[in-house]
């Protein structure tokens, strides 16, 4: 199975600052790659997925932005954090081809507060 | 993907078998059933997942009836660990969509 390394646990932003959120994969190649949402209380929401390197498909508009520079590497960032960007953000990454490769291993998640 | 619907919360009493139900009534031939659960705090994590058989594996056993339009995750010997959300999600197999996390059912074990 996948391991996913997400760092860091926690983050205090203030308004207006940039952000980067780091996501590395490991145990497998060519991974389909996540980053989702939760607001407290809250399902998950999509942000972004990519299928491959410098392939990044955006699922809501938004003040963030999300990389791929290698194939087991996923960046979440944002030039000027806004309040409205505070919540639960959480990397997974799975395969596609069949079932048994269709499963979405999730990071720890990164608790971020905008101030 | 084909919307489920579950209870929002239900108990269960520690060491007895834990079972949650979920609706699926829409799914379509190529969907499969796939379970995954959040301890509070935490990222999601896989469960077990089905195609029209029933599938057992370490964690928990999961029942589909013959008609495909609602599952059952069974939790043998529930722990107070088991408490969390539980997430009961319909997927088209190999589709890199993300999955559709509905607001799931809250499990308590109590002790």
């Known amino acids: 199975s996948q391991t996913i390394h997400q760092w860091p646990a926690t983050l205090v932003q203030p308004v207006g600052s940039p952000l980067s959120l780091e996501c590395t994969v490991e145990g497998t190649s060519n991974p389909n790659l996540y980053w989702y949402r939760q607001a407290a209380g809250r399902g998950l929401q999509l942000l972004f997925y990519?299928?491959?390197?410098?392939?990044i498909s955006s699922e809501v508009p938004q003040n963030l932005s999300a990389s791929r520079p290698q194939d087991r590497q996923f960046i979440l960032s944002s030039k000027k954090l806004l309040l409205s960007d505070s919540g639960f953000y959480l990397c997974?990454?799975?395969?596609?081809?069949?079932?048994?490769?269709?499963?979405?291993?999730f990071g720890a998640g990164t608790r971020l507060s905008v101030l | 993907d084909a919307k489920t619907t579950q209870p929002t919360s239900m108990d269960c009493a520690e060491g007895r078998a834990a079972n949650l139900p979920c609706n699926h009534s829409t799914i379509s031939g190529n969907e499969y059933v796939y379970w995954y659960r959040q301890i509070h705090s935490q990222g999601p994590q896989y469960i077990i997942h089905?195609?029209?058989n029933n599938e057992t594996n370490e964690m928990a056993s999961l029942i589909i009836t013959e008609d495909r339009k609602s599952s059952t995750l069974i939790l043998p010997h529930a722990t107070l660990r088991d408490t969390a959300v539980y997430y009961c999600?319909?997927?088209?197999?190999?589709?890199?969509?993300?999955?559709?996390f509905g607001s799931g059912t809250q499990l308590t074990v109590l002790p």
């Open positions: 990519s299928v491959g390197i410098g392939q």
């Open positions: 999600i319909v997927h088209i197999s190999g589709s890199a969509r993300q999955l559709t």
């Open positions: 089905g195609l029209k």
């Open positions: 997974a990454g799975g395969t596609s081809g069949g079932a048994a490769k269709n499963i979405q291993y």
